[in-house]
Nanobody, 125 residues
Framework: QVQLVDGGGGLVQAGGSLRLSCAASGRTFSNSVMAWFRQAPGKEREFVAAIKWGSRHTAYADSVKGRFTASRDSGQNTVYLQMNSLKPEDTAVYYC??????????????????WGQGTQVTVSS
């Protein structure tokens, strides 16, 4: 049974940084895409970033490009999202997700079956 445990969220001032983590277990993830999505109140879940476990190839939403960095530690079976220069509009619940979508479909939340429980990120102005 796949389990994704995400954490690392919190309250931070605008301009600050946070690092989210997602510990994965239950199967081999070597062929998986690990993605981060976020959902703000009243809004749809939106793609933030993704990393292909094997190649470490990454992709980012335009709104976070240059500020957020996805990485993975294969020894710990954990992926990370380093978030710098945070803005109030980054406030949301952040979720990690895992599956094997084709790369052209990684931004679609419906392409992922396995999800973490979510971690709240709040950025104050």
């Amino acid at each position: 049974q796949v389990q994704l445990v995400d954490g690392g969220g919190g309250l931070v001032q605008a301009g600050g940084s946070l690092r989210l983590s997602c510990a994965a277990s239950g199967r081999t993830f070597s062929n998986s895409v690990m993605a981060w999505f976020r959902q703000a109140p009243g809004k749809e879940r939106e793609f933030v970033a993704a990393i292909k476990w094997g190649s470490r190839h990454t992709a980012y939403a335009d709104s976070v490009k240059g500020r957020f960095t996805a990485s993975r530690d294969s020894g710990q079976n954990t992926v990370y999202l380093q978030m710098n220069s945070l803005k109030p509009e980054d406030t949301a619940v952040y979720y990690c997700a895992a599956d094997t979508p084709i790369w052209s479909n990684i931004r679609n939340p419906a392409a992922y079956d396995d999800w973490g429980q979510g971690t709240q990120v709040t950025v104050s102005s």
